[in-house]
């Protein structure tokens, strides 16, 4: 971490989370903070579902919810930017407090239930920035209140489609009851048939993701990965927060309710990758979330299955300069190894990750 960062993590962390957060955001928009240079290595560049993504590291969903600052998001060294989750309408989520750091465990658990302004704010700030290229994905929800889930998310694609590198159904956030229950198979196949429909009738058609949780079974896993491949929807995002609660330090606010991110996430969400890469097969693109906090895990979320990898839990502690830290020491390590491209590491631990129990 740079004396910069320490200095900013100190102030941050003495205020409430969620403030910390807004004043996060606040700061990008105002185009700080200053971080080094990202290197731009041609070994690090990706090509998926037709996308040239500059590196293989992105922000994940649930930071800039309400498409305010990708454009600073991607000055920072991200490869990519995925906004939301937006809903319909705005809705305030959740009542305070509903955000905690595990700051002994680089974690955090959060219950802020997709708290947005709505699909009107999102699309008007995504229109304003059209035109200045680098990659924004939408990550789209469904309202708490929605009689109609699935029409929530054809509403999404619809309003996104035309703005949107990608777009991603969120149904693996832990806060929104029920969301998760959309993962079983007759209603995921439901959503799936719709969701790709609502692509087809758009004026753009642009790839489509599904982000999954890590706490499934194999029974489970197996059956997503059947109505994927049936649904021809292009990847998988693996994984949204846990709500289990593996061993932690912190233990003041260790029970709080929520989505557990951050560290202790990285052993069970790179199973899940794993083994969704395996049944997939190598062709379905695969974006690997949880853990991420530095190249070495970055790297081996690529090795276990991952095309992309994407964090933010991470950059909560490690500061706004992680992303080019990481890109530098992805580049070094793939130098060092003879590799001509990230992509010849897709995999390689693959066995290794798969065999394990979830």
Known sequence: MSALDAIGRKLLFSLDPETAHGLSIAALRCGLPVGPKPPRDERLRVRLCGLDFPNPLGM?????????????????????????????????????????RLTEDEAVINRLGFNNEG???????L??????????????GANKDSADRIADYERGVARFAPLASYLTANISSPNTPGLRNMQARAQLAELLSRVMAAREAAAARPPVFLKIAPDLVEAELEDIAAEVL????????????TISRPPLKSGA?????????????FERSTVVLAKMRKLLGPEIAIIGVGGVNSAETALEKIRAGADLVQLYTGMIFAGPSLPARMLSDMAGALQRGGHASVRELRDVSLEKWAVKSL
Do not use: C, M, W
Request: glycine share 18%; hydrophobic share 40%; aromatic share 4%.
């Open 60 to 100: 994940a969903a649930g930071y800039d919810k309400n498409a305010e600052v990708p454009d600073a998001l991607l000055g920072l060294g991200f490869g990519f930017a995925e906004v939301g989750t937006v809903t319909p309408l705005a809705q305030p989520g959740n009542p305070r407090p509903r955000i905690f």
């Open 119 to 125: 699909h009107e704010a999102a699309e008007r700030r």
């Open 127 to 140: 229109r304003a920035r059209k035109g200045r290229g680098g990659i924004v994905g939408v990550n789209i």
């Open 230 to 241: 049936a649904s021809g929807i292009d990847g998988v995002i693996v994984s949204n927060t």
């Open 253 to 265: 606010v260790a029970g709080e309710t929520g989505g557990l991110s951050g560290k202790v996430l």
